[in-house]
């Protein structure tokens, strides 16, 4: 009964790759927003 267990985790890496994308795509949101705030700040 183990064994279906191991195949799901075997086919889990295109979750992992959909997960990193969208932990990069965070990181680029965030790095927007810090540049967005710097920006406004330099012309008030």
Not at 25 to 41: E, H, K, P, R, T
Request: overall charge positive; proline content about 7%; cysteine-free.
């Amino acid at each position: 009964m183990n064994k279906p267990d191991i195949e799901d985790k075997v086919k889990s890496p295109p979750v992992f790759k959909s997960w990193k994308g969208l932990y990069i795509f965070v990181l680029a949101f965030l790095l927007i927003q810090i540049v967005a705030y710097w920006f406004i700040s330099n012309i008030w």
